[in-house]
């Protein structure tokens, strides 16, 4: 009996001195095994009268499930170490801080796109993409603008040279053939914005090459001037982070809208720095419009059943304006310090979504 007290407590003791899985296998097959300890001690009881057997038979089971408890106790506690060093090996920091002030920056023409992007995604507009190599017919033919028109000379188009079929393509020199791309693909209503790259043979303190528009369309039933003036007032409060700016809207002329208006922006300059929101000047920011019916028709949308407005404006001007940026062309020249003066941290989030809760509040 005091044998049998003694050989559990020794071998509890060994299994619970395991210090791996493999050691405490080991012990399991020595003592609990076919050939181990206890196993044969009930071979033992064969030999045993009835009397025996009957008290020694339960104490022996009751060792042997005791044992096979403590093994299954130490396998877990050891498994459970295993799992919490592999854990810890492979866990992340995640309240360390990313290290922000590295040498990228992102360029202030991402961050306007983004931030106008978020803009109108808010107010539930869908983001629309074209070819920047674009075709005759988006680019001007379906936009009201054929051929021998003179908007077209307006227009410093580069050329590609002629396909097979005869046919010129051009670098689109606007964002507004997404308009027309987006009408032939689907079904109205509408309501997309289109940034993106743009093309003009141009270079100057105020243009380049190659700059930066976003179009928006949007199409549905009476739909008029008033939702224009609206979303681009909205729109400006909130880009420019200014409660009580100024629109102007002056008659324009653009072949794809009727009636047709070019949006200023008040502002004032001091010191050669543009401030918006004060003072008695304007800045042209963009052209807009109702969408022209001849446009509708060429995409096959009935004009008496759907209307629309659309509008078009300068992505790289309006960063200019925001953040005090003089010369268009020091935005594509890759001066590093000019990108480390003027651009942003990766972590500067278009933080819209605060921004316009807090203009609401404040009104
Ligand atoms: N595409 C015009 C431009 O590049 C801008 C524009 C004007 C776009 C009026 C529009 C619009 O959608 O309605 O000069």
Redesign the pocket.
Known sequence: MQDLQTLESEIAANIKAATDLEQLEVIRIAELGKKGRVSLLMRELGKMSPDEKKEFGPKLNQLKNSLNDAVQDRKNSLEEEVLNIKLKSESVDISLSVVTKGQGSIHPISQVMDEVTEIFTEMGYSVAEGPEIEEDFYNFTA?NIPEEHPARQ??DTFYFPEDEDGKRKVLR????PV?IRTMMDGEPPYRIIAPGR?YRNDSDATHTPMFH?V???VIDKDIHMGHLKWCIEEFCRKFFEIDNVKIRFRP?Y?P??EP?A?VDIGCSFKDGEVLIGEGDDWLEI????M?NERVLENVNIDPSEYQG??????LDRIAMLKWGIPDLRDFFAADLRWLKHYGFQALDIPSLSTRSSSIKGSK
């Open positions: 936009l307006m227009h020199t606007h964002t507004s308009q743009t528009q179009e928006a369309l324009s653009f794809f809208t047709s070019e963009m052209g807009c419009g969408v407005f659309a509008f078009g404006m300068g």
